[in-house]
């Protein structure tokens, strides 16, 4: 911006009185300012989630702004394709260290939540033993592998059986407080099942003793608002 001020100043005396070079200036003015003139090419992917202000601060040579800051504690709603609309329930303890473009490593801690039988809200305490999982994010978007795993029945509101399944949750950070994606895999035990076209949506927590008792269960609901019964959002018409 200086050098353009400069420019302008450079043109008053040049209208006023003709200098006999005024050209060779013009052009000896513009070779000297051309890095001035130089507008850097914006490092933001404008398809990944918006990013908080980040101010001048911070930014140094060798580390650039930070990425979202999703550190915190979610309730993780799996929503499978054997009984739509009676999720799987977790707290989720995420520790991430992302940059600016959305890549880095993530650590989620997943803690089961019991349920009763066809509840989504009762009693929901942590049950079981946890599932820790680190999996690498690239431009905002994750797998987390479970492998094979098991859930105990205390935290499945479908059957109350163990639950014996080889899946992994594959999405992408939509905001500071929100993740979502679809499901992959198959469950083992009790039954055989196929989990494609099941969902998950995982949204923050304010502590760990929170328990909103409607809350979304997929991508499309993940803005929306709670509609009047208990349990996932309504889903998208």
Avoid: H
């Amino acid at each position: 911006m200086a050098s353009w001020v400069a420019l302008v100043g450079l043109s008053a005396p040049i209208l006023g009185c003709p200098s006999p070079d005024a050209e060779g200036k013009y052009n000896g003015f513009i070779d000297q300012t051309e890095d001035d003139r130089e507008v850097p090419e914006s490092k933001m992917d404008l398809g990944a989630p918006v990013l908080p202000d980040f101010g001048s601060g911070g930014e140094t040579e060798t580390e650039g702004p930070p990425g979202l800051v999703i550190d915190g504690v979610y309730l993780v709603a799996v929503d499978t394709i054997v009984s739509p609309g009676l999720p799987l329930q977790f707290l989720a303890e995420v520790t991430a260290e992302l940059d600016a473009a959305g890549d880095g490593m993530v650590t989620v801690e997943f803690q089961p939540l019991s349920l009763d039988p066809m509840s989504t809200t009762e009693p929901r305490e942590e049950v079981g033993e946890s599932i820790t999982i680190d999996t690498e994010v690239t431009a905002y978007a994750f797998a987390l592998d479970f492998g094979e795993t098991m859930v105990t029945g205390a935290a499945n509101p479908i059957t109350g059986s163990d639950i014996v399944a080889t899946l992994a949750l594959e999405g992408s950070i939509r905001s500071e407080d929100a993740w979502c994606g679809g499901v992959t895999g198959d469950v083992e035990s009790p039954i055989q099942v196929p989990l494609e076209g099941s969902n998950f949506a995982a949204t923050r927590l304010a502590d760990r003793d929170e328990r909103p008792t409607a809350f979304p269960c997929e991508c499309s609901t993940i803005d929306g608002a709670p509609g009047p019964m208990n349990g996932c959002f309504p889903q998208s018409g």
